[in-house]
């Protein structure tokens, strides 16, 4: 039973956990972390993100404003895909009908000029329309219904010009589940310096060759903000452990909080520094040159890191955050402060580190 009540919570979306919200279908994509204090900004309306608590990943919402209350999130209602097809003939658009015969109907648009005349609806009209209550559909329809030009379109170009419409006046929101594979590609898409321009199949390759399955232990070396360590986490699923080393100062790990990974996945990610695997086969006093040496290389390689680090990080406040502004700031997500996830990567035990020395990682 609680194996099947977790499985359920994990289709769910509860307060606290990470989604990331696909707005007008990829245009904008966000990282939010829900509670009943989160807002999110669409436009000019800032709308919370209570309603999405306690709804199945992959929801779509419809923003809903109107002037006697503020603008909130409403699951969206689709009203079925258009029957009539069109085929091309003679190089216009012969429609047919339901059962498959033509209507003897022809649409081009090469009649048609795009001169800012067609729509006898005003901007003073819509904003009459809003403060009257009226939703975003409704005032769709009353652009269709005030075009001169609508009903002379191939159903094509009316399909357009409604979603066009429809990314203004009522955007819709999907709720995506963040996983290694939709992080990466929402990083990869508006952001890809952080994540250092690493594509989702070259990280499916990445833990392919590596051979990462569940009971292994496995040495990472992550510079990409967390990526590719959450990403063998979520593989192992709680068992083994995920080792992050480093060469000087430790690499953010910020990601990691956005998998929403559980307790037990979390304890299982430790961090050590290299120098502390390393095993120490000779003292120095029997090969100082030797020691010196490696010292040298040790301290040069310090550096290396430490200015590629430099090149593909950027500061970890940005991380759960819009993905399309470069220059977003945690103040748009007032509640991520609040609620923060279960803190990953502590410091390997030294138990831990004599038994990777002895027996290496698997």
Known sequence: MSSENNN??????????????????????????????????????????QPLIGCPFGTVFQLDSSSDAAAFLSPFQSKGSVNNTEEIKDGQFQVESKDGQPSGESKDNRSLIDNNTAQSLTGEDIEDMRRQGAKGNEIIEALI???????????????????????????KVLIRRPVARSICEAYFKKYPLKIGFLRVDTLSLLLSMANVSSNSDILVVDMVG???????????????????SYLG?????????????????????????????LSQKESPEQNPKHDVGSLESQSNDQMNASVSME???????N??????????????????????AIKAGEKASQEMIDSWKENGFS
């Open 226 to 244: 967390g990526l590719l360590t959450g990403a063998v986490a979520e593989r192992l699923g709680g068992t083994g452990f995920v080792c992050n």
């Open 145 to 171: 219904a005030n075009s001169a030009t609508f009903d002379k379109k191939t159903s094509f170009s009316q399909e357009k010009y409604r979603l066009k419409k429809q990314k203004k006046y009522a955007p």
């Open 249 to 277: 100062q430790a690499p953010s790990m910020d990601i990691v909080r956005i998998f929403n990974l559980s307790d037990e996945i979390c304890k299982r990610i430790v961090r050590t520094s290299v120098s502390d695997l």
């Open 319 to 340: 991380v759960i955050s819009d993905v399309g502004a470069e220059n977003a700031e945690n103040s748009s997500f007032p509640a991520l402060r609040a609620c923060k």
């Open 311 to 317: 090149e593909i990080s950027h500061s970890s406040e």
């Open 8 to 49: 359920n919570k994990s289709r769910m979306t509860w307060e606290g956990c990470s989604v990331l919200l696909d707005i007008n279908d990829g245009d904008r994509l966000v990282f939010a972390r829900l509670s009943p204090a989160a807002k999110l900004k669409i436009g000019n309306k800032n709308c919370s993100l």
